[in-house]
Protein backbone atom coordinates (compact mmCIF):
# COMPACT_ATOMS: atom_id res chain seq x y z
CA UNK A 1 0.00 0.00 0.00
CA UNK A 2 1.40 3.24 -1.26
CA UNK A 3 2.42 5.81 2.11
CA UNK A 4 -0.74 8.40 3.15
CA UNK A 5 -0.09 11.90 2.45
CA UNK A 6 1.64 13.05 5.44
CA UNK A 7 -1.52 15.69 7.14
CA UNK A 8 -3.18 11.89 7.73
CA UNK A 9 -0.32 11.47 10.48
CA UNK A 10 -2.03 14.13 12.40
CA UNK A 11 -5.43 12.94 12.43
CA UNK A 12 -5.94 11.00 16.40
CA UNK A 13 -9.22 11.12 18.08
CA UNK A 14 -11.82 13.46 18.97
CA UNK A 15 -10.14 16.82 19.83
CA UNK A 16 -12.88 17.66 22.86
CA UNK A 17 -12.20 19.51 26.05
CA UNK A 18 -10.15 16.28 26.94
CA UNK A 19 -8.73 14.26 24.11
CA UNK A 20 -7.19 11.27 25.76
CA UNK A 21 -7.18 8.40 23.20
CA UNK A 22 -3.40 7.37 21.93
CA UNK A 23 -2.21 7.50 18.53
CA UNK A 24 -2.40 4.45 16.67
CA UNK A 25 -0.66 3.20 13.61
CA UNK A 26 -2.31 4.50 10.41
CA UNK A 27 -3.09 1.40 8.98
CA UNK A 28 -2.16 -1.25 11.82
CA UNK A 29 -6.19 -2.03 12.87
CA UNK A 30 -6.79 -3.70 16.68
CA UNK A 31 -9.91 -4.85 17.85
CA UNK A 32 -11.60 -1.47 18.18
CA UNK A 33 -11.07 -0.69 14.73
CA UNK A 34 -12.38 -3.45 13.51
CA UNK A 35 -15.60 -3.83 15.80
CA UNK A 36 -16.01 0.00 14.76
CA UNK A 37 -15.82 -0.66 10.81
CA UNK A 38 -18.33 -3.91 11.10
CA UNK A 39 -20.78 -1.36 12.90
CA UNK A 40 -20.24 1.19 10.14
CA UNK A 41 -20.32 -1.43 7.60
CA UNK A 42 -23.92 -1.93 8.88
CA UNK A 43 -24.89 1.45 9.49
CA UNK A 44 -23.71 2.83 5.66
CA UNK A 45 -25.45 0.10 4.18
CA UNK A 46 -28.81 0.88 5.97
CA UNK A 47 -27.98 4.59 5.40
CA UNK A 48 -27.55 4.56 2.03
CA UNK A 49 -30.80 2.50 1.33
CA UNK A 50 -32.48 4.77 2.95
CA UNK A 51 -30.95 8.10 1.24
CA UNK A 52 -32.60 6.73 -2.23
CA UNK A 53 -36.31 8.53 -1.10
CA UNK A 54 -34.09 11.71 -2.02
CA UNK A 55 -32.26 11.05 -5.18
CA UNK A 56 -32.82 12.40 -8.26
CA UNK A 57 -31.38 12.34 -11.97
CA UNK A 58 -27.36 11.69 -11.38
CA UNK A 59 -26.37 9.28 -8.61
CA UNK A 60 -26.27 11.63 -5.95
CA UNK A 61 -28.61 11.55 -3.12
CA UNK A 62 -30.17 15.06 -1.71
CA UNK A 63 -30.36 13.29 2.07
CA UNK A 64 -27.30 11.59 2.47
CA UNK A 65 -26.78 10.12 5.87
CA UNK A 66 -24.42 7.67 5.28
CA UNK A 67 -22.14 10.55 4.67
CA UNK A 68 -22.85 12.19 8.56
CA UNK A 69 -21.84 7.87 9.59
CA UNK A 70 -18.37 8.57 7.95
CA UNK A 71 -17.81 11.85 9.30
CA UNK A 72 -18.49 10.45 12.91
CA UNK A 73 -16.52 7.51 12.04
CA UNK A 74 -13.69 9.68 10.86
CA UNK A 75 -13.31 12.03 13.43
CA UNK A 76 -13.69 9.49 16.29
CA UNK A 77 -11.29 6.95 15.62
CA UNK A 78 -9.15 9.26 13.27
CA UNK A 79 -8.09 9.97 9.08
CA UNK A 80 -5.83 6.72 9.59
CA UNK A 81 -8.96 4.38 9.09
CA UNK A 82 -9.79 6.41 5.57
CA UNK A 83 -8.61 3.24 3.50
CA UNK A 84 -10.16 0.57 5.43
CA UNK A 85 -13.76 2.78 4.94
CA UNK A 86 -12.85 3.19 1.14
CA UNK A 87 -13.04 -1.09 1.05
CA UNK A 88 -15.95 -0.70 3.50
CA UNK A 89 -17.87 1.40 0.95
CA UNK A 90 -17.01 -0.67 -2.09
CA UNK A 91 -18.02 -3.64 -0.51
CA UNK A 92 -21.65 -2.47 0.82
CA UNK A 93 -22.10 -0.66 -2.77
CA UNK A 94 -21.91 -3.82 -4.30
CA UNK A 95 -23.91 -6.03 -1.82
CA UNK A 96 -26.45 -3.72 -2.19
CA UNK A 97 -25.82 -3.93 -5.75
CA UNK A 98 -25.53 -0.03 -6.59
CA UNK A 99 -22.48 -0.94 -8.46
CA UNK A 100 -21.59 -3.90 -10.94
CA UNK A 101 -17.77 -4.12 -11.13
CA UNK A 102 -18.86 -6.43 -14.78
CA UNK A 103 -19.46 -3.49 -16.83
CA UNK A 104 -17.23 -1.38 -18.92
CA UNK A 105 -15.99 1.70 -16.39
CA UNK A 106 -15.65 -0.41 -13.52
CA UNK A 107 -12.16 1.35 -12.33
CA UNK A 108 -13.97 4.67 -12.67
CA UNK A 109 -16.55 3.03 -10.62
CA UNK A 110 -14.71 2.56 -8.01
CA UNK A 111 -12.93 5.41 -7.82
CA UNK A 112 -16.04 7.25 -7.77
CA UNK A 113 -16.79 5.70 -4.34
CA UNK A 114 -13.83 5.74 -2.57
CA UNK A 115 -13.25 9.41 -4.06
CA UNK A 116 -15.33 11.16 -1.38
CA UNK A 117 -14.01 8.81 1.00
CA UNK A 118 -10.63 10.21 0.62
CA UNK A 119 -11.55 14.07 0.35
CA UNK A 120 -13.29 13.60 4.23
CA UNK A 121 -10.03 12.05 5.21
CA UNK A 122 -8.03 14.93 3.96
CA UNK A 123 -10.51 17.28 5.31
CA UNK A 124 -10.37 15.97 8.37
CA UNK A 125 -6.85 15.59 8.88
CA UNK A 126 -6.49 18.75 7.70
CA UNK A 127 -8.77 20.35 10.27
CA UNK A 128 -6.93 18.18 12.95
CA UNK A 129 -3.34 19.23 11.96
CA UNK A 130 -4.64 23.08 11.86
CA UNK A 131 -6.24 23.36 15.15
CA UNK A 132 -3.40 21.83 17.04
CA UNK A 133 -0.94 24.25 15.54
CA UNK A 134 -2.88 27.51 15.69
CA UNK A 135 -4.92 29.13 17.95
CA UNK A 136 -7.99 31.45 17.53
CA UNK A 137 -11.65 31.46 17.98
CA UNK A 138 -12.16 29.33 14.63
CA UNK A 139 -10.22 26.98 15.53
CA UNK A 140 -10.74 26.28 19.38
CA UNK A 141 -12.88 23.53 20.25
CA UNK A 142 -16.21 22.75 18.83
CA UNK A 143 -15.40 25.10 15.73
CA UNK A 144 -12.95 22.25 14.29
CA UNK A 145 -15.73 20.01 13.82
CA UNK A 146 -17.84 22.17 12.26
CA UNK A 147 -15.63 23.19 9.76
CA UNK A 148 -14.75 19.79 8.91
CA UNK A 149 -18.13 18.92 8.11
CA UNK A 150 -18.75 22.38 5.93
CA UNK A 151 -15.74 21.40 4.56
CA UNK A 152 -15.93 18.12 3.48
CA UNK A 153 -18.86 17.88 1.29
CA UNK A 154 -17.17 21.26 -0.71
CA UNK A 155 -14.36 19.06 -0.95
CA UNK A 156 -15.79 15.68 -2.01
CA UNK A 157 -17.34 18.00 -4.92
CA UNK A 158 -14.55 19.58 -5.84
CA UNK A 159 -12.51 15.96 -6.63
CA UNK A 160 -15.90 14.99 -8.66
CA UNK A 161 -15.68 17.95 -10.71
CA UNK A 162 -13.08 16.81 -13.03
CA UNK A 163 -14.84 13.29 -13.81
CA UNK A 164 -18.15 14.71 -13.95
CA UNK A 165 -16.97 17.06 -16.83
CA UNK A 166 -14.73 14.19 -18.88
CA UNK A 167 -17.04 10.51 -17.87
CA UNK A 168 -20.80 12.38 -17.03
CA UNK A 169 -22.21 9.03 -18.20
CA UNK A 170 -21.09 7.28 -14.93
CA UNK A 171 -23.64 9.25 -12.92
CA UNK A 172 -26.12 9.33 -15.25
CA UNK A 173 -25.96 12.84 -16.62
CA UNK A 174 -25.84 13.75 -20.20
CA UNK A 175 -25.17 18.03 -19.87
CA UNK A 176 -23.79 20.28 -18.45
CA UNK A 177 -26.98 21.54 -16.46
CA UNK A 178 -27.51 18.21 -15.51
CA UNK A 179 -23.59 18.00 -14.19
CA UNK A 180 -24.24 21.20 -12.03
CA UNK A 181 -27.63 20.18 -10.66
CA UNK A 182 -25.92 16.33 -9.35
CA UNK A 183 -23.12 17.97 -8.26
CA UNK A 184 -25.34 20.63 -6.13
CA UNK A 185 -27.14 17.59 -5.06
CA UNK A 186 -24.16 15.72 -3.63
CA UNK A 187 -23.15 18.49 -1.66
CA UNK A 188 -26.23 19.62 -0.26
CA UNK A 189 -26.73 16.10 0.73
CA UNK A 190 -23.54 15.25 2.32
CA UNK A 191 -23.92 19.02 4.13
CA UNK A 192 -27.03 17.86 5.44
CA UNK A 193 -26.21 14.20 6.56
CA UNK A 194 -22.46 15.62 8.00
CA UNK A 195 -24.36 18.38 10.11
CA UNK A 196 -27.51 16.64 11.45
CA UNK A 197 -26.41 12.88 11.37
CA UNK A 198 -22.61 13.10 12.97
CA UNK A 199 -22.97 15.71 15.96
CA UNK A 200 -26.01 13.30 18.03
CA UNK A 201 -23.36 10.29 16.70
CA UNK A 202 -20.36 11.91 18.33
CA UNK A 203 -22.31 12.91 21.80
CA UNK A 204 -24.15 9.67 22.37
CA UNK A 205 -20.29 7.83 21.85
CA UNK A 206 -18.75 10.61 24.20
CA UNK A 207 -21.89 9.44 26.51
CA UNK A 208 -21.17 5.68 26.25
CA UNK A 209 -17.15 6.26 27.21
CA UNK A 210 -18.30 9.03 29.94
CA UNK A 211 -15.51 11.13 28.29
CA UNK A 212 -15.09 14.09 30.81
CA UNK A 213 -17.59 16.69 29.49
CA UNK A 214 -19.19 18.30 32.12
CA UNK A 215 -23.17 17.80 32.67
CA UNK A 216 -25.62 20.78 31.93
CA UNK A 217 -28.27 22.05 33.43
CA UNK A 218 -31.80 21.77 32.09
CA UNK A 219 -32.62 24.45 30.19
CA UNK A 220 -34.99 26.79 31.78
CA UNK A 221 -39.04 27.66 31.02
CA UNK A 222 -37.51 30.96 29.68
CA UNK A 223 -34.95 29.68 27.23
CA UNK A 224 -37.02 26.86 26.12
CA UNK A 225 -39.82 30.05 25.35
CA UNK A 226 -37.54 32.03 23.60
CA UNK A 227 -36.41 29.45 21.26
CA UNK A 228 -39.46 28.04 20.73
CA UNK A 229 -40.86 31.31 19.99
CA UNK A 230 -38.26 32.65 17.44
CA UNK A 231 -38.31 29.51 15.64
CA UNK A 232 -41.96 29.69 15.39
CA UNK A 233 -41.61 33.13 14.16
CA UNK A 234 -39.28 32.25 11.39
CA UNK A 235 -41.24 29.12 10.48
CA UNK A 236 -43.82 31.48 10.59
CA UNK A 237 -42.94 34.04 8.14
CA UNK A 238 -41.38 31.64 5.66
CA UNK A 239 -44.51 30.11 5.33
CA UNK A 240 -46.03 33.50 4.78
CA UNK A 241 -43.16 34.67 1.86
CA UNK A 242 -44.46 31.66 0.68
CA UNK A 243 -48.07 31.64 0.16
CA UNK A 244 -47.54 35.25 -1.07
CA UNK A 245 -45.93 33.56 -4.52
CA UNK A 246 -42.17 34.25 -3.35
CA UNK A 247 -41.25 31.03 -3.91
CA UNK A 248 -38.80 28.89 -1.09
CA UNK A 249 -37.96 31.72 1.25
CA UNK A 250 -35.40 30.41 4.05
CA UNK A 251 -33.90 33.28 5.07
CA UNK A 252 -36.67 34.01 8.20
CA UNK A 253 -35.99 30.50 9.85
CA UNK A 254 -32.19 30.92 9.18
CA UNK A 255 -32.01 34.25 11.21
CA UNK A 256 -34.03 32.76 13.51
CA UNK A 257 -31.78 28.89 14.03
CA UNK A 258 -28.71 31.35 14.00
CA UNK A 259 -29.73 33.33 16.43
CA UNK A 260 -30.95 30.46 18.91
CA UNK A 261 -27.39 29.17 18.39
CA UNK A 262 -25.68 32.01 19.18
CA UNK A 263 -27.93 32.82 22.53
CA UNK A 264 -27.63 28.87 23.78
CA UNK A 265 -25.04 26.63 21.56
CA UNK A 266 -25.02 23.70 19.64
CA UNK A 267 -27.57 21.76 21.38
CA UNK A 268 -30.27 24.60 21.25
CA UNK A 269 -29.26 24.96 17.34
CA UNK A 270 -29.24 21.05 16.49
CA UNK A 271 -32.74 20.46 18.67
CA UNK A 272 -34.38 23.56 16.30
CA UNK A 273 -32.59 22.03 13.04
CA UNK A 274 -34.33 18.47 13.95
CA UNK A 275 -38.00 20.23 14.18
CA UNK A 276 -37.26 21.97 10.47
CA UNK A 277 -35.81 18.44 9.36
CA UNK A 278 -38.97 16.60 10.43
CA UNK A 279 -41.13 19.14 8.08
CA UNK A 280 -39.30 19.26 5.17
CA UNK A 281 -37.91 15.57 4.55
CA UNK A 282 -40.97 14.19 4.86
CA UNK A 283 -42.32 16.65 2.28
CA UNK A 284 -39.35 16.22 0.05
CA UNK A 285 -39.45 12.43 0.00
CA UNK A 286 -40.42 10.02 -2.84
CA UNK A 287 -42.34 11.73 -6.46
CA UNK A 288 -40.88 15.34 -6.84
CA UNK A 289 -38.40 17.09 -9.84
CA UNK A 290 -35.18 17.12 -8.98
CA UNK A 291 -35.10 21.11 -9.17
CA UNK A 292 -37.80 21.83 -6.97
CA UNK A 293 -36.03 19.05 -4.48
CA UNK A 294 -32.95 20.72 -4.76
CA UNK A 295 -34.54 24.45 -3.98
CA UNK A 296 -35.96 22.95 -0.88
CA UNK A 297 -32.55 20.86 0.01
CA UNK A 298 -30.44 23.89 -1.09
CA UNK A 299 -32.68 26.64 1.76
CA UNK A 300 -32.33 23.60 4.09
CA UNK A 301 -28.49 23.16 3.76
CA UNK A 302 -28.18 26.86 3.92
CA UNK A 303 -29.97 26.77 7.26
CA UNK A 304 -28.12 23.87 8.89
CA UNK A 305 -24.73 25.27 8.32
CA UNK A 306 -25.80 28.64 9.70
CA UNK A 307 -27.46 27.37 12.83
CA UNK A 308 -24.68 24.42 14.06
CA UNK A 309 -21.70 26.71 13.05
CA UNK A 310 -23.50 29.61 15.00
CA UNK A 311 -23.62 27.27 17.96
CA UNK A 312 -19.97 26.26 17.41
CA UNK A 313 -19.15 29.28 17.77
CA UNK A 314 -21.39 30.24 20.76
CA UNK A 315 -20.26 26.95 22.62
CA UNK A 316 -16.18 28.13 21.38
CA UNK A 317 -16.95 31.55 22.76
CA UNK A 318 -18.61 30.09 26.18
CA UNK A 319 -14.98 27.67 26.15
CA UNK A 320 -13.07 30.57 26.11
CA UNK A 321 -14.74 32.55 28.70
CA UNK A 322 -14.38 29.79 31.20
CA UNK A 323 -10.71 29.30 30.21
CA UNK A 324 -9.94 32.80 31.03
CA UNK A 325 -11.60 32.65 34.47
CA UNK A 326 -9.67 30.00 35.13
CA UNK A 327 -6.72 31.42 34.50
CA UNK A 328 -7.50 34.61 36.71
CA UNK A 329 -8.52 32.17 39.51
CA UNK A 330 -4.89 30.63 38.98
CA UNK A 331 -3.48 34.50 39.06
CA UNK A 332 -5.04 34.96 42.49
CA UNK A 333 -4.38 31.89 43.25
CA UNK A 334 -0.83 32.38 42.41
CA UNK A 335 -0.44 36.01 44.09
CA UNK A 336 -1.51 34.52 47.57
CA UNK A 337 1.33 31.93 46.84
CA UNK A 338 3.77 34.78 46.48
CA UNK A 339 2.42 36.60 49.88
CA UNK A 340 3.12 33.05 51.39
CA UNK A 341 6.40 32.63 49.91
CA UNK A 342 7.50 36.18 51.19
CA UNK A 343 6.26 34.99 54.74
CA UNK A 344 7.86 31.50 54.87
CA UNK A 345 11.11 32.89 53.59
CA UNK A 346 11.27 35.11 57.46
CA UNK A 347 9.67 32.09 59.15
CA UNK A 348 12.55 30.08 57.70
CA UNK A 349 15.17 32.69 58.26
CA UNK A 350 14.23 33.20 62.02
CA UNK A 351 14.13 29.29 62.93
CA UNK A 352 16.67 28.22 61.24
CA UNK A 353 19.37 29.29 63.64
CA UNK A 354 17.86 28.50 66.66
CA UNK A 355 17.07 24.72 64.81
CA UNK A 356 21.06 24.32 63.95
CA UNK A 357 21.78 24.99 67.63
CA UNK A 358 19.09 22.42 68.52
CA UNK A 359 20.53 19.97 66.07
CA UNK A 360 24.04 20.19 66.93
CA UNK A 361 23.23 20.18 70.98
CA UNK A 362 21.04 17.03 69.97
CA UNK A 363 23.70 15.33 68.63
CA UNK A 364 26.57 16.44 71.36
CA UNK A 365 24.00 14.98 73.82
CA UNK A 366 23.27 11.43 72.14
CA UNK A 367 27.27 11.23 71.71
CA UNK A 368 27.56 12.09 75.25
CA UNK A 369 25.05 9.56 76.64
CA UNK A 370 25.93 6.46 73.98
CA UNK A 371 27.76 5.06 76.71
CA UNK A 372 26.00 5.26 80.13
CA UNK A 373 25.15 2.01 81.77
CA UNK A 374 22.29 0.90 83.65
CA UNK A 375 18.53 1.91 82.96
CA UNK A 376 17.99 5.44 83.62
CA UNK A 377 21.48 5.82 81.04
CA UNK A 378 19.84 3.68 78.62
CA UNK A 379 16.77 5.80 78.68
CA UNK A 380 18.71 8.70 78.60
CA UNK A 381 20.45 7.59 75.40
CA UNK A 382 17.37 6.77 73.94
CA UNK A 383 15.64 10.19 74.32
CA UNK A 384 18.93 11.95 73.05
CA UNK A 385 19.05 9.90 70.33
CA UNK A 386 14.92 10.40 69.22
CA UNK A 387 15.77 13.97 69.80
CA UNK A 388 18.55 13.95 67.42
CA UNK A 389 16.93 12.46 64.71
CA UNK A 390 14.00 14.67 65.04
CA UNK A 391 16.16 17.50 64.93
CA UNK A 392 17.58 16.57 61.79
CA UNK A 393 13.93 15.88 60.28
CA UNK A 394 13.27 19.53 61.20
CA UNK A 395 16.84 20.62 59.77
CA UNK A 396 15.93 18.91 56.38
CA UNK A 397 12.41 20.28 56.49
CA UNK A 398 14.16 23.90 56.73
CA UNK A 399 16.46 22.76 54.10
CA UNK A 400 13.68 21.96 52.09
CA UNK A 401 11.68 24.94 52.65
CA UNK A 402 14.36 26.96 51.97
CA UNK A 403 15.04 25.57 48.65
CA UNK A 404 11.21 26.58 47.69
CA UNK A 405 11.61 29.77 49.00
CA UNK A 406 14.76 30.86 47.74
CA UNK A 407 15.93 32.89 45.10
CA UNK A 408 18.32 29.93 43.86
CA UNK A 409 14.91 28.34 43.19
CA UNK A 410 14.00 30.64 40.19
CA UNK A 411 17.31 29.98 38.16
CA UNK A 412 16.98 26.88 35.57
CA UNK A 413 19.99 24.61 36.39
CA UNK A 414 20.53 20.91 35.64
CA UNK A 415 18.30 18.31 38.18
CA UNK A 416 17.93 14.99 38.85
CA UNK A 417 15.01 13.27 37.83
CA UNK A 418 15.83 10.90 40.75
CA UNK A 419 16.17 14.23 43.47
CA UNK A 420 12.97 15.45 41.52
CA UNK A 421 10.74 12.37 42.90
CA UNK A 422 12.64 12.55 46.51
CA UNK A 423 11.63 15.97 46.46
CA UNK A 424 7.90 15.17 45.52
CA UNK A 425 7.81 12.07 47.40
CA UNK A 426 7.18 13.26 51.26
CA UNK A 427 4.07 15.47 50.29
CA UNK A 428 2.90 13.12 47.83
CA UNK A 429 3.06 10.24 50.54
CA UNK A 430 1.44 12.40 53.15
CA UNK A 431 -1.38 13.42 50.37
CA UNK A 432 -1.86 9.35 49.30
CA UNK A 433 -2.39 8.43 53.09
CA UNK A 434 -4.58 10.77 53.81
CA UNK A 435 -7.10 9.64 51.17
CA UNK A 436 -6.41 6.11 51.92
CA UNK A 437 -4.48 5.22 48.58
CA UNK A 438 -1.47 3.41 48.43
CA UNK A 439 1.09 5.33 46.45
CA UNK A 440 3.83 2.90 45.06
CA UNK A 441 7.10 5.62 43.56
CA UNK A 442 9.73 3.18 41.41
CA UNK A 443 13.30 3.49 41.66
CA UNK A 444 14.52 6.62 39.17
CA UNK A 445 18.04 6.06 37.18
CA UNK A 446 20.67 8.27 38.97
CA UNK A 447 21.67 9.77 35.91
CA UNK A 448 18.83 11.41 34.02
CA UNK A 449 19.01 15.17 34.13
CA UNK A 450 16.64 17.73 32.88
CA UNK A 451 17.53 21.55 32.68
CA UNK A 452 14.60 22.51 34.59
CA UNK A 453 13.49 24.98 37.43
CA UNK A 454 13.21 22.59 40.33
CA UNK A 455 10.15 23.82 42.27
CA UNK A 456 7.52 24.52 39.44
CA UNK A 457 8.84 20.90 37.69
CA UNK A 458 8.02 19.47 41.52
CA UNK A 459 4.67 21.20 41.39
CA UNK A 460 3.76 19.80 37.87
CA UNK A 461 4.70 16.43 39.22
CA UNK A 462 2.84 16.47 42.26
CA UNK A 463 -0.37 17.75 40.27
CA UNK A 464 -0.87 14.87 38.53
CA UNK A 465 -0.36 12.55 41.08
CA UNK A 466 -2.81 14.49 43.19
CA UNK A 467 -4.88 13.97 40.03
CA UNK A 468 -4.53 10.18 40.21
CA UNK A 469 -4.69 10.04 43.95
CA UNK A 470 -8.16 12.18 44.29
CA UNK A 471 -9.58 9.93 40.65
CA UNK A 472 -8.38 6.40 42.44
CA UNK A 473 -9.98 7.93 46.31
CA UNK A 474 -13.42 7.94 44.26
CA UNK A 475 -13.30 3.75 43.98
CA UNK A 476 -13.96 1.32 46.51
CA UNK A 477 -11.68 -0.20 47.21
CA UNK A 478 -8.84 2.43 46.06
CA UNK A 479 -6.60 1.32 43.61
CA UNK A 480 -2.56 1.95 44.35
CA UNK A 481 -1.08 4.69 42.14
CA UNK A 482 2.25 4.32 40.86
CA UNK A 483 4.86 7.12 40.19
CA UNK A 484 7.82 6.06 37.91
CA UNK A 485 10.59 7.79 35.76
CA UNK A 486 12.29 6.31 32.79
CA UNK A 487 14.47 7.15 29.88
CA UNK A 488 13.55 6.88 26.43
CA UNK A 489 16.22 8.31 23.43
CA UNK A 490 17.25 11.36 24.86
CA UNK A 491 13.80 12.23 26.78
CA UNK A 492 13.00 11.81 30.38
CA UNK A 493 9.56 10.24 30.94
CA UNK A 494 7.94 10.74 33.92
CA UNK A 495 4.66 9.00 34.54
CA UNK A 496 1.76 8.83 37.05
CA UNK A 497 -0.49 5.40 36.17
CA UNK A 498 -3.47 4.75 38.11
CA UNK A 499 -7.68 3.56 37.67
CA UNK A 500 -9.83 5.83 37.55
CA UNK A 501 -14.18 5.76 36.54
CA UNK A 502 -15.31 6.15 32.98
CA UNK A 503 -16.82 9.60 34.35
CA UNK A 504 -14.28 11.15 36.45
CA UNK A 505 -12.78 14.16 35.54
CA UNK A 506 -9.18 15.95 37.17
CA UNK A 507 -10.04 18.03 39.86
CA UNK A 508 -8.00 21.31 41.11
CA UNK A 509 -8.20 21.12 44.91
CA UNK A 510 -7.10 23.60 46.87
CA UNK A 511 -4.22 26.39 46.01
CA UNK A 512 -2.45 23.24 44.31
CA UNK A 513 -1.48 23.96 40.44
CA UNK A 514 -3.97 23.10 38.45
CA UNK A 515 -3.94 20.84 35.40
CA UNK A 516 -3.65 24.34 33.00
CA UNK A 517 -0.77 25.76 34.76
CA UNK A 518 0.79 21.67 35.10
CA UNK A 519 0.75 21.45 31.31
CA UNK A 520 1.88 25.49 30.97
CA UNK A 521 5.07 24.57 33.12
CA UNK A 522 5.84 21.42 31.34
CA UNK A 523 5.93 23.15 27.64
CA UNK A 524 7.89 25.77 29.21
CA UNK A 525 10.37 23.55 29.95
CA UNK A 526 10.34 22.29 26.54
CA UNK A 527 8.46 18.99 26.84
CA UNK A 528 5.40 17.77 26.38
CA UNK A 529 1.90 16.69 29.08
CA UNK A 530 -0.60 14.40 28.35
CA UNK A 531 -3.18 11.77 29.70
CA UNK A 532 -4.56 8.94 27.74
CA UNK A 533 -7.40 6.64 29.12
CA UNK A 534 -6.54 2.67 28.41
CA UNK A 535 -8.78 0.13 27.82
CA UNK A 536 -8.30 -2.45 30.27
CA UNK A 537 -9.81 1.27 32.75
CA UNK A 538 -6.52 2.39 33.89
CA UNK A 539 -5.23 6.38 33.22
CA UNK A 540 -1.43 7.27 32.33
CA UNK A 541 -0.34 10.76 32.94
CA UNK A 542 2.94 11.04 30.85
CA UNK A 543 5.40 14.40 31.26
CA UNK A 544 8.40 13.94 28.73
CA UNK A 545 11.31 16.60 29.21
CA UNK A 546 14.74 16.50 27.35
CA UNK A 547 17.53 15.40 28.86
CA UNK A 548 20.88 16.97 29.21
CA UNK A 549 24.42 16.72 30.22
CA UNK A 550 25.14 17.88 34.32
CA UNK A 551 27.57 20.11 34.56
Do not use: C
Not at 250 to 279: C, D, K, T, Y
Amino acid sequence: MTALPRPFRFAVADMGDDAGTARRGMVRLDRQDWWALALYALAFAAAHRVSHLWSGSGFYSLWFPAAGLRLALMWRMGARLTPWIAVVEVLDNVVLGFVSLDRAGGVMTIWGIIRPVFAYGLTVAGIRWLAGRRHGTLLSAPMPFGLAATLAPLAGAALAVPQALYNPELTGVTNMREVIVSLSAFVVGDLLGTLFVAPPLLWLADLAQGRGRQRRPAPSLAVLAEALGVLALGLGLSRLLTAGGLGVQPAPVLVAVAWIGLRFGRAAAWGALLIIVLIVLPDTAGAMATPERLQYHLALATIVVAGYLAGSFADAQASARATLERRDRLLFQAERLKTLRAMSVAVIHEASQPLSTLAIEARHLRHLTADLGGDLGGEIAQSAALIDRKADHLATMIRRLRRFGGHAADRPQPVAIAALIDMVAPLARAEARDAGVALEIAPATPDAFVLAQEVELAQAVMNLVRNAVQAARDLSPAPPVTLSADVAQDRAILSVTNRAAASHAPKDGGMGVGTFIARAIVEAHGGTLSRTRLADGMVLATLSLPLVEPR
